[in-house]
């Protein structure tokens, strides 16, 4: 087999975590192979890796950039991705 010289590498898409989030998945950035998807690709992707973390990530919030987005917004391995869990506080 043959590789093609001209063929990418998957790029890496580099996602902020925080909290107990941090604790769970061991550091403050998680770095997945990224050919692209949704945010619901990332849910997906992170919990099958981190399944201690996969009720927090279905709670949490996800950021590009400086504000929210839904599940269905296509993401870029450039784009500044954190995945923000539910605070409480009194």
Known sequence: MHDD???AA???LRIAVFAGMA???GGRHLDLPWTGGT???VRRLVSARHPAAAALIARSAVAVG?????DATVLAASDDVAIIPPVSGG
């Open 5 to 7: 010289p001209d063929a």
């Open 39 to 41: 945010v619901a690709d």
């Open 10 to 12: 998957p790029a890496t």
């Open 23 to 25: 604790e769970i998945v």
């Open 66 to 70: 400086s504000g929210y987005v839904n």
